[in-house]
Structure formats: C-alpha cells, structure tokens
C-alpha cells in the first residue's frame, strides 16, 4: 500500500507488544491490534486443570468421582469471561466502530459510532472550561464506568 493512500483518523498509535492480530480501522483506517483472543490459550486450560483438581480433590469424599465434573463449570466460566474481554477490546478507540455489533446490528453500529463522537465533542467543551468541581468530575466518572460496564 503506497503511502498517500492510506489516510487514516491516526498515524501515531501505540505500540503493543506482541498483538495477536493487527488490521486496519474498516472505518477510520487507523492501524488496530488485539491484545487478547475469544479462544482459550494454553495457559487457561492449566489454570482450568489446577482449580478443577483443587476443588475436584475438596469435593471427593463427599461426591466422588463426580466432584470432578466440576472442571466443566469452570470451563464455561473462563470460555464467558475470556469472550467479554476480547469484545472489550472490539470497539475501535479513535472513531468507536464496534465490528461485532456491525455483523449484528448496523444501526446499532452506526448510533454507537455517533454517540462516540457526541461523547467525545461534549469532553472537549467541559475541558477548555476552566473550573470543573470535583462532584462533576465524580459523577462523570461514575458514568464512565457504567458505560464500560455495559459492555
Ligand atoms: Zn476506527
């Protein structure tokens, strides 16, 4: 790809160490990486394997072998968390194109796209106003996190 082709929203991004997947914004064309996967890496199988045998072992003079039927449990439980951080990571943070909810919803994506540009807008105005009180500062805070908890 030549050079003056490619003009994305940012030249400058940071740089991660060892991404697992790196691809260009579809949107801004901004250069992206994924830090995690939605799959299961070896290192979460051993960890499954450990607790599984820890509470399986706790559980054997009461149920048996069955005690360690556990391990299943534990296998949904990393498999949801290991998917909610990768999609974490799916929004795209200089112009807020969410691909997972594109391949769902468009409209959903689009509204997603433009909130992130209010959003962004609103910050801007509330920084070049000198004083901010520090109850502002909080509830604006609270209200980021919940939004990152809705994720
Ligand atoms: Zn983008």
């Given amino acids: 790809m030549r050079k003056h082709?490619?003009?994305?929203?940012e030249y400058r991004t940071f740089?991660?160490?060892?991404?697992?997947?790196?691809?260009?914004?579809?949107?801004?064309?901004?250069k992206r990486v994924f830090n995690s996967t939605p799959r299961l890496s070896f290192k979460n199988y051993c960890q499954m394997t450990?607790?599984?045998l820890l509470?399986?072992?706790?559980?054997?003079?009461?149920?048996?072998?069955?005690?360690?039927f556990v391990f299943f449990i534990f296998w949904a439980?990393?498999?949801?968390?290991?998917?909610?951080?990768?999609r974490k990571e799916v929004p795209c943070p200089h112009c807020g194109f969410d691909a997972s909810w594109y391949k769902r919803d468009v409209?959903?994506?689009r509204k997603k796209?433009?909130?992130?540009?209010?959003?962004?807008?609103?910050?801007?105005?509330?920084?070049?106003?000198e004083e901010v009180s520090p109850e502002v500062m909080a509830q604006q805070n609270q209200e980021n996190t919940e939004q990152q908890a809705n994720y």
Avoid: Y
């Fill in 5 to 9: 082709d490619w003009q994305p929203l």
């Fill in 107 to 109: 409209t959903v994506a």
């Fill in 50 to 52: 450990l607790t599984t």
């Fill in 15 to 30: 740089k991660h160490k060892n991404p697992k997947m790196e691809f260009f914004c579809p949107l801004c064309s901004t």
């Fill in 113 to 129: 796209v433009k909130d992130f540009w209010d959003k962004g807008n609103s910050e801007e105005e509330s920084d070049s106003s």
């Fill in 77 to 86: 439980g990393f498999e949801a968390a290991v998917r909610m951080n990768f």
């Fill in 55 to 68: 509470v399986g072992g706790a559980f054997f003079p009461i149920m048996g072998l069955r005690s360690f």
